[in-house]
């Protein structure tokens, strides 16, 4: 796991000061603290931090092929790098390092831009390939690894593992992108397709993009996609089969590393599973590691406890407090956009806590997207099906009404809160979608922002990129439109986005064998009732792993990292709220009705709503703004 930065000059090939290279790569030192290197040539300059996984003596970046004609920066691993080297080697390639990062090297003089089809791993890469002037950067089919990139007036091209790579260049300038806080404020991330700062983009997972020379800016060019069009064939015993077996594929192909190597465990399925087959590939105890907080109904560590004795594991647990904002400063650094996903606190803690005994640790993060594990995929199947049972002529005023005359009681059961459940059922299901996964609703954000933001919005919403996303999908049901979206958009924004930041903060290799492409690809072809049956998620799944796990895990309801960012602002951070609310980096924007604001602030603290989350969101863009803008 490594940094990368660079500059590339489209137009000519004007010398390249490394120094300029040197300090963005430095800005992205928590990446790589084991060493670094710059490479420059007319025209382009490459950077690279290391954090040293595997061939820890010869496999230092950048990374020059023999000849001297290409040049590689990588971040990431490519885990079937062995068979790709046997498979090049019968080609007549000659190899001088037993690391993955050369396998690039060769790879793209046999195949060119398609090498990339050829790796099985999570990886960002820039290659510059000196005969033809042009500089290849790649991403992973999934979008585990960043690449960030943008273009200056005079024609050169920065990018870099992060946007803090991209920002350290001195002649880079920062304006605020208006519709990347629109989607934020609506989903709590800043998407793949969007960012905090203007002119900035992000290379989309499975994606590559060429840039050459005296050539006009390409679009990046997709080389995979998931599809959810057919439909796997056999029993469900022989699917059950077929499962285990890419999943033990899965986890010991992310096993081979130089350094101490371990694991993530919640005492959930996802990570359970995991462990399970480490321990079952492993010929000593996996270490594992697990926190828990000194609240009780927030705390999982019984159930990691309880996985942890039945594999052996060599297991270490910290609790840590329920109220651990202290982390809010450092999350803004780490993650340079603002992020309101608070599931970040204690993602950075069981990193922080990982990374005292081991350099690698494998994650259960991609199965909830795989096999519709999230509640919201069961309970967008259920009105799905039920908006089918009436044209959205009728619809969209019959449910819109009773919606809006039904009280709003987020205090009751479920079964209570019919005002959502009649609202979505007035929706169009990628409307309705939009809505279940977003955090603060069109309504509440048209009253957020200024009458300047809604000009400068030009009719830009957040939800109509689900919208898009789901009409668009190779899918045959509604459950696969929204799994692809969420593929396509919730998972690199926020899960990937999340374990990244908060891994390579303390410089830890996160590694995700669930998100292995393959066994995506077969979660896809699943039949719906495979994936969710009777209101439950992950069925095929849960059924192939009670081989190795209890039901008291599998069936268990899912907690996840919660925190209670509610009660939060109703005591420990009740002066950061009125701060915001009185005068702040928002206010200063414009882009903000801060009475509404200080509504929802004054509302909150009386117990008069419950506007936790929308509040956090707040108070993680306010610091965000300050440290990209100096506002506030």
Sequence with gaps: MCGIAGIFHRQTAKPVDPARVRVMTDAMVHRGPDGSGIWTAPGVGLGHRRLAIIDLSTGDQPMTSADGGLTV????????????????????????TNSDTEVILHGWRKWGPDCVSHFDGMFAFALYD???????????????????YSELSDGCVLFASELKGITAHPLFRRAPEVTAIEDYMAYGYVPDDNCLLAGVKKLPAGHHLTLRRGQAFPQPVQYWDISFADRARGSAAQLEEELVDLMRKAVTSRMIADVPLGAFLSGGVDSSAVVAMMAEASSKAVATC???FDQSDHDETRYAALVAERFATDHRMRIVAADDFSLIDRLVDAFDEPFADASALPTYRVCELARETVTVALSGDGADEAFGGYRRHAFFLGESRARGLLPIGLRRPLFGALGNVYPKMDWAPRPLRFKTTFQALGLSDGEAYADAVGVTTARMRKRLFSADAHRELAGHRAEDRYVRTMESAPARDPLDRAQYADMKIW???DILTKVDRASMAVSLEAREPLLDHRLMEFAARLPVNLRVRRGTGKYLMKRAMRRFLPDEILYRRKMGFVTPISGWFRGSLAGEAQAIAQGSALAETGLFDM??????????????????RTLWQLL?????????????
């Design 73 to 96: 920066v990588f971040n990431g691993e490519i885990y079937n790098f062995r068979d790709v080297r046997r498979q090049l080697e019968a080609s007549g390639a000659v190899f001088r």
């Design 595 to 612: 009475e509404v604001v200080r509504r929802l602030v004054t509302d909150h603290q009386r117990g008069l709503a419950d506007n936790g």
């Design 290 to 292: 697990s926190i828990g």
């Design 491 to 493: 998972l690199p924004g």
């Design 130 to 148: 000196q005969a033809s002037g042009a500089l290849f950067l790649a991403r992973d089919r999934l979008g585990v690894k960043p690449l960030f």
């Design 620 to 632: 993680m863009l306010d610091r965000s703004l300050k440290k990209q803008f100096g506002l506030g």
